[in-house]
């Protein structure tokens, strides 16, 4: 009996010996996994932070492999703000020539944003939206906005509404209106007042300069949200 009541002791003893080791293992790997995230952080901002073009792109890649495995921090939130406004909202100048306007920078920022997908990273390229005038960018940052989905107030969209407007008349771009309407459509539950959207829409399907397809997307797009069949195609309008 006493060794039967020795032998229970010691599996006991066994056991909280084991859960002892293993919980200091976790202690310890997640020490390990918060100093090397903190280190990711610091790299991320540095190389951000640098004049260099590629470094900032080295630090694009980091932000990436990060946002894919499911981590953010306020360090790349930073990061990505700055990177969206490279050459917009931070400008460095050499004899008054612009010296920081990377383009695919702000574009790949503003397609990392919309990986987030907070209020912070909405406002971000909410600002990058009306303050870029390159249509890559742009539409890189209308996309994001439509995959947040955030639109409180509708905020995003009459954004989008205004960003509609001033391409279409400085510089249309077919991809920039089709991710607009893209957006639309991804945004359209969440609109409170949807007449200022409507009237951007028909814009893109009155526009010729604009692809047949993409306005062939703005009268299927009409249809679905107002029910009402419409009587002119994009194709009659292509033959002009």
């Known amino acids: 009996m006493k060794s039967a009541k020795l032998f229970v002791l010691l599996c006991v003893g066994l056991l909280f010996t084991s859960f002892a080791f293993s919980q200091q293992a976790v202690e310890e790997t997640t020490v390990e996994q918060e100093y090397l995230s903190s280190v990711e952080d610091v790299i991320i901002r540095e190389l951000a932070d640098t004049d260099d073009r590629e470094n900032k792109l080295v630090s694009l890649q980091y932000i990436e492999a990060a946002v894919d495995g499911g981590r953010t921090s306020p360090d790349i939130i930073y990061a990505l703000e700055s990177l969206a406004g490279e050459g917009i909202s931070t400008q460095s100048r050499t ?10 920078v702000r574009a790949k920022a503003c397609e990392l944003l919309g990986e987030v997908k907070t209020e912070e990273s909405k406002t971000i390229l909410v600002k ?7 249509p890559w960018v742009v539409t890189e940052a209308v996309r994001s906005l439509g995959n947040i989905g955030i639109n409180e107030g509708d905020e995003v969209v009459s954004t989008i ?36 959207m409507i009237q951007s829409i028909s814009a893109v399907a009155s526009n010729y300069t604009y ?30």
């Open 211 to 240: 692809a047949p397809p993409v306005r062939q997307k703005a009268y299927d797009l009409l249809r679905q949200l107002t029910g009402v069949s419409t009587s002119t195609s994009s194709g009659s309008g292509a033959e002009k």
């Open 128 to 134: 990058t939206a009306l303050a870029d005038n390159e």
């Open 161 to 196: 509404i205004w960003v509609q407007k001033k391409f279409a008349t400085l510089n249309p771009s077919s991809s920039l209106a089709l991710e607009i309407l893209f957006a639309y459509e991804k945004l359209a539950d969440t609109v409170q007042d949807r007449s200022p």
């Open 95 to 104: 004899n008054g020539r612009l010296m920081n306007n990377f383009p695919d």
